[in-house]
């Protein structure tokens, strides 16, 4: 495979769903996938990997039951396995999330926000 650049606002450009991260490369076993974001999602952990959330539009909120991160454009959080959390943005918002393959977004926590894993864009 020859390498290529990726246009993060292009693959932005191709849904809107939010809640819904779509995959846009792989390195080894991690995927960075990127979502749309707005309202609050669920509480939820990964027991098995940390997750990390880099703000590409907008501004997203991560609550922990300790205390809250905030994130403008262009800040990234590292979020270690096994730390309960909640992503919150306030008005819509576009996060790369680089995470292992195989991650289910809302962890144990399952419900109406668990979207499908491995869809590419």
Known sequence: MTPQ??????KLGLFSERWSP???????DYQFKLAKLEGAFVWHQHA????????????????????????AEGELCVVPRGVEHRPVA?????????????????GEAGGAYTAPNDVWI
Do not use: H
Request: aromatic share 6%.
């Open 48 to 71: 098995d990997t940390d997750e990390a959330f880099f703000v590409v539009e907008g501004a997203l909120r991560i609550e922990f039951r300790d205390g809250v991160v905030e994130l």
């Open 5 to 10: 650049s990726i246009s993060l606002k292009s």
């Open 90 to 106: 306030e008005t819509p918002c576009s996060v790369l999330l680089i995470e292992p393959r195989g991650v289910v977004n809302t």
């Open 22 to 28: 779509r995959v846009i490369a792989e390195l080894n």
